[in-house]
């Protein structure tokens, strides 16, 4: 989930837990702003914030730490052979905001040069993205290549040509990707069905100054989240202890498995049958719907709610995803320095283990025409180019929405290319070494057991199963009665 409405509510000057935000400073990172303002959600929605647009949100294994990189990163060319190109080929995409659609255009002028393809656009909201597989198939005008959410990827796993993206993988090298970012996209079967481009992960930000002061741990534990709201907590003064989502969305969803799987609960068990109803999703289910019942501002909390909440200072402790720390150091701060009331959990060490919900965004080729698959493999290597340093193809790209657009590879988040941009260099030294990176390396979601894939996950959040179940512990229903007929109800769907 993003911070969204950040031009709404200007904070009081006169705070002293967080740096203020001055009129000239929004309106100066105002078009910045509009390029990533969004929510977020489960399996079943739209997760990756983008113009505008909500996004969705495994489990996985460990992962290299990455080289030191240099000012170019990684040089991946273009390895397919230009014979036997098509004329023109379609990207499908759901970069809606014109300004990325004009940027991916800029970063595909010189491979339309060199290979004489025409490249097409075809831009859909995100949430939109399994429709549109499903209807281009059947009407037989499936794009050559795509840009697409995991939900989605999964969504059209059947049409999806897994030897030619493996071979892109290989060509840029397995080594090169993170461990974890690789295994988002892995079939289950040894194959990618995607490459992967970038990844996010869920926080949970908080005012350092207001933990200081008052002598708080840090809300990395279930522990210390609940100690930390509950001594912020005042609602006679309009001041809440936290904000977790709870409304009909997918954020919910989304919000609640950084709880759930740092408990170890999962939807799927090993075996690919339903454990909603083992005893650590009861606990997950209860804990979080106690936070939101005891500490959370009154009536349903969504994605729209959490910036002008934390921007009016009546929340101190919240959930988000990693994009938050773009908004405080574009708009909050002009040096590293502005930003010391500022911080962020990036992953949950939670009674069972130490984690985070997460996504990878990647790319990949539908199996058309052998011209076409050609044609996606090396346009798929040129966007993954960092040949030029900061004006490569891929480092531009990434540096369309700092914060949200992570590097999948270690070389290149190393990178000093990568780190050569106005807002990243904001961001403290140890974010780039070692926060984001190690929640890379850690993220989870419910539809993934280590190397298993289980596809039914789409079905079950894209009926809303986990989010009612999670609203109805919020209002106070029996965490165990909950769950037990929720694990019904997937039971009978998926059956």
């Not at 489990?59 to 040089?75: A, E, F, I, N, S």
């Amino acid at each position: 989930m993003c911070v969204v409405a950040i031009l709404n509510g200007m904070p009081d000057d006169n705070n002293k837990y967080v740096s203020p935000v001055t009129r000239r400073r929004l309106l100066r990172g105002s078009a910045l702003a509009m390029a990533g303002l969004a929510g977020c959600s489960g399996d079943g929605g739209s997760n990756t914030p983008t113009s505008g647009d909500g996004g969705d949100g495994g489990d996985g294994g460990d992962g290299g730490d990455g080289g030191d990189g240099g000012d170019g990163g990684t040089q991946t060319e273009t390895s397919t052979p230009m014979a036997d190109f098509p004329d023109e080929m379609t990207l499908l995409h759901f970069e809606t905001n014109e300004d990325r659609r004009q940027a991916i255009t800029e970063i595909a002028d010189p491979w339309e040069e060199e290979t004489g393809v025409t490249l097409n656009q075809r831009a859909v909201a995100e949430a939109d993205l399994p429709t549109e597989i499903g209807s281009s198939a059947a009407a037989s005008t499936l794009p050559g290549t795509a840009e697409l959410s995991n939900r989605a990827l999964f969504s059209g796993r059947g049409i999806v040509s897994r030897e030619d993206t493996t071979q892109v993988v290989q060509n840029i090298g397995e080594d090169a990707f993170y461990d974890r970012a690789l295994q988002f996209v892995n079939d289950g079967d040894g194959n990618y069905l995607g490459v992967p481009l970038y990844a996010w992960t869920q926080t949970i930000p908080y005012s350092e100054d207001f933990r200081q002061e008052n002598d708080l741990p840090v809300p990395n534990t279930w522990d210390g989240f609940e100690t930390f709201a509950e001594a912020a907590h005042d609602p006679d003064n309009d001041q809440y202890g936290c904000l977790l989502a709870s409304d009909q969305s997918q954020f919910t969803a989304q919000t609640f498995q950084m709880f759930a799987l740092s408990n170890d609960a999962h939807v799927f068990g090993e075996d690919g049958s339903i454990v909603f109803d083992d005893d650590a999703m009861i606990e997950a289910l209860d804990f979080y719907g106690r936070m939101c019942r005891n500490y959370n501002p009154p009536g349903d909390m969504g994605s729209g709610d959490v910036g002008p909440i934390w921007n009016n200072r009546q929340v101190y402790l919240y959930s988000s995803n990693i994009i938050s720390i773009y908004f405080e150091a574009a708009f909050q701060a002009e040096t590293t320095a502005d930003l010391d009331y500022y911080d962020f959990v990036a992953l949950l060490d939670g009674p069972e283990k130490e984690t985070t919900f997460g996504e990878v965004v990647s790319t990949t080729t539908f199996d058309l025409s052998d011209s076409q698959k050609r044609a996606s493999r090396s346009f798929q290597e040129h966007f993954q180019s960092t040949e030029g340093g900061v004006d490569s193809p891929y480092i531009s790209f990434l540096h369309l929405q700092p914060a949200l657009f992570n590097p999948t590879r270690p070389e290149v988040l190393n990178s000093d290319a990568f780190r050569n941009q106005e807002i990243i260099q904001r961001f403290r030294d140890e974010w780039l070494d070692e926060t984001i990176p190690n929640s890379i390396q850690n993220m989870e979601r419910f539809g993934r057991r280590g190397e298993q894939v289980f596809p039914q996950i789409g079905d079950i959040t894209g009926n809303f199963l986990v989010t009612d179940a999670v609203r109805s512990v919020i209002d106070g229903n029996d965490a165990e009665t909950v769950a037990t007929d929720t694990a019904d109800e997937m039971r009978s769907l998926i059956s």
